[in-house]
């Protein structure tokens, strides 16, 4: 099952951005979803995990305090909301459906099928 991300583009270092992930002809409500990044010449990394109940939520260190996910269940995402971006957080973002085990293994391994990222560019 492949999951769409969207809302990426070119943002000014310490802007904003909202990524929506959403599914089609299912509910992603009841399912973990994990949200990933690749960088140019980088290895794919997790960025933030929510479990399917919601009280599981993972940062990386990395986007602690700038990111939040958090589900919209009247439309159907789960959403990553990027404030204070960095130059660093150019990449190519992922949404995927990951295993209902502790958000703590936020990691790609885990994952067994991929969709379309978004881009995101943060200009310095």
């Known amino acids: 099952v492949q999951l769409q991300a969207s809302g990426g583009g070119l943002v000014e270092t310490g802007g904003s951005l909202r990524l929506s992930c959403a599914g089609s002809g299912f509910s992603l409500d009841g399912y973990s979803i994990g949200w990933f990044r690749q960088a140019p010449g980088k290895e794919r990394e997790g960025v933030s995990c929510i479990s399917s109940g919601d009280e599981g939520i993972y940062y990386a260190e990395s986007v602690k305090g700038r990111f939040t996910v958090s589900r919209d269940n009247a439309k159907n995402t789960v959403n990553l909301q990027m404030n204070s971006l960095k130059p660093e957080d150019t990449a190519l973002y992922y949404c995927?459906?990951?295993?209902?085990?502790?958000?703590?293994?936020?990691?790609?391994?885990?994952?067994?099928?991929w969709g379309q990222g978004t881009l995101v560019t943060v200009s310095s």
């Open positions: 995927a459906i990951r295993p209902e085990f502790s958000v703590s293994y936020c990691a790609p391994q885990y994952v067994t099928s």
